[in-house]
């Protein structure tokens, strides 16, 4: 042992033990392994020296020898060395012999408090450090300990990650959540843990928020601004969908005993804390801006928040899911191809890039193309929500909905924290005429999302469509509410993006069924403020005047509707009815009541009175317009005969009722069901407008014959 100790010395073993340490920091494993190696030797496995020769080994991917040597000089009691020989088990893939390991007896942390089912840490029998010490020298265990890294905190939450990632990837979600948050209340600083429990979405909005007040800052934050600033940061990583966020404020309220406690408020990503205000330029809160924006879907402003960061950081990786989906819902397919092609040259081994790719052919509507790359990002990851989700929309937009629902399913099952597989599956149900499904789907999510308006605004669908109006007003008024509280106080209907006009075109609907007209017209009218060139607004508009009496106005918003989509069946049915039912109400000329009706007998007497009338001018420079026969000079009452025309010959092969009042009442009311279901604008383009036949060209052909 002398003259171990002697050799030793006199070749410097702590100069060769700095050089190891000096590669591995510079990224030299092959000498850190060559030179490292001979350290050990020297040292006869001094455990310190076996440690930093088991780093080299990990990082040039020999995990078998790295095994091998703790194995070899008997460091499994080691806490450090324990915990890398089972993830040298879990990078070969022997989870079960890893797992063996981080639960033994001979784990240092085994008498520490354990994870319950909640998340919360309970106490378990405690073992002192003079019986670790002692079962150590008794088993033949190390040397010499690691007292920088043999620290509890880091052990057990090195233990608790690794757990959770084997039952991961062994599909034991529940499992894996627990040893999640046990490693993040083992180690609130531990940032690992909380991304993959919120990326992954283990955890509900309100498990989020109940983890996020609980963590024991206390053990790692020496002061409140440490704490501040430490919830501030996770609060841009949990509750992105909620309604109203948290946050931490400088207000303090004051107990009888003088201590104090911080009350959470929301969260306000545009001013921070004053304590944490030098992050308001930081590219994660920037994100997390941006995100809260997508969700708004105030897509524009997202979009220019992800370019922002993108341009600082091309290959942000909390941005670049957003950005591409920005990129999708603003239909910049050229500026997606270019990024998805970028991804895919720098990072063919992440399945961010194949997602991008998928992402461009969903967008082109080559939803086959988008199946096979979205599924090789799935392969890649298969806990990637954003890739499952696409990769079920590209069979839902062929309306394959089965193979849509089963990959609803399976996202689902992946993401058991997220609502947005189950509204999606309810949606399947609804279209597949499946409603008691659907709406038991969307139980569901408003339970997991209370607050969410997509949710309820399914839910209110549901009732409706099953005739209980009373439910689907109150779920459709309060998605209403949450939407004017997301966006703006008050009626400020013009901060609200567009894609809230089915809303209120909804809650109008049914208003209307419940017999209440005026309301039904207030929410049409600021669905109409929203989106200005819908049809169907008009149309339902026009259906609810012509029901309160108001006929001339409900014809011209049914006008104003096929002028926009001229193949809106409803509308014509119920321009035709309102027109025959305005015909046998009022005079055509009240002001001339007993003026003698002229008789012809034939098209050419009754041409002739027309010129003599002056209401055709024989001209050779003149010609009309319109099909019209009153002469008019009014531009809107043109507009509105041609519309008519239009409407007449769209509408030649529709059976109207005889023209009473009561069949006029009852054909409105048969036109309802078809009115609900045009409150989205068709993808297809109008026919083009037919040719008219004037008065001159019937003249012509009466006289040649």
Known sequence: ????????????????????????????????????????????????????????????????????????????????????????????????????????????????????????????????????????????????????????????????????????????????????????????????????????????????????????????????SQIDLVRVCYETKVNKCAIDQPNLSKQMNDKSDGSTKPIRTKVDLDALPLTVAPLSNNLDIITARAEKLYYKCSFVSCFQLTRRVLEQDPYHTECLPIHIACLIELKQSNALFLLAHKLVDLYPETALSWFAVGSYYYLIGKNEHARRYLSKATTIDK???????????????????????????????????????LLYIGMEYTLTNNPKFAEKFFQKAVMMAPDDPFVLHELGVVNFNNEQYDAARKYLSRAVLVVQRLYGEGNNYYSIPSQWTPLLNNLGHTLRKMGQYKEALHYHYEALRLLPSEASTYTAIGFCLGLQGELEEAIEALHNSLSLHRDQTVAATLLSTFMDQLAVTEQPFPEDEDAPIPEYSNLSERIGGLRKEGIIINSAGSSSSVLCSIATNTEQQQQLAISLDHAMHDTSDIDVAPVTTASASESADTSADLLESSSVLSATSPPPNKSLLSIEDMVMDEESD
């Open 1 to 224: 042992m002398a003259d171990n100790a002697r050799i030793m010395e006199d070749i410097n073993i702590e100069k060769l033990r700095k050089l190891v340490r000096s590669y591995l920091e510079r990224h030299h494993y092959e000498a850190a392994v060559f030179w490292g190696d001979k350290v050990v030797t020297f040292s006869n496995g001094d455990p310190i020296d076996v440690y930093w020769l088991v780093q080299a080994y990990i990082h040039t991917s020999q995990y078998h020898r790295a095994c091998l040597l703790i194995n070899t000089y008997n460091l499994t009691l080691n806490g450090s060395l324990c915990y890398l020989a089972a993830l040298c088990l879990f990078k070969v893939l022997e989870y079960q012999d890893s797992l063996s390991l981080l639960e033994s007896a001979a784990w240092p942390s085994v008498c520490t408090p354990a994870p319950s089912s909640n998340g919360a840490m309970k106490d378990t029998e405690s073992c002192s450090s003079t019986q670790q010490k002692q079962q150590q020298k008794k088993d033949g265990g190390f040397t010499r300990p690691i007292p920088d890294l043999d620290d509890m905190i880091s052990l057990e939450c090195s233990r608790q990650m690794l757990r959770a990632k084997i039952y991961e990837a062994t599909d034991n979600s529940v499992q894996a959540t627990e040893c999640y948050v046990a490693a993040l209340q083992a180690d609130p600083l531990c940032y690992d843990a909380l991304k993959s429990l919120t990326g992954h979405y283990m955890l509900t909005m309100k498990e989020e928020k109940d983890l996020h007040d609980s963590l024991p800052l206390e053990i790692c934050c020496k002061n409140q």
């Open 383 to 421: 806990v990637f929500g954003p890739a499952w989700i696409a990769f079920a929309h590209s069979f839902a937009s062929e309306n394959e909905h089965d193979q849509a629902s089963a990959a609803y399913f399976k996202a689902a099952q992946l993401m058991k924290g997220s609502h947005l597989p």
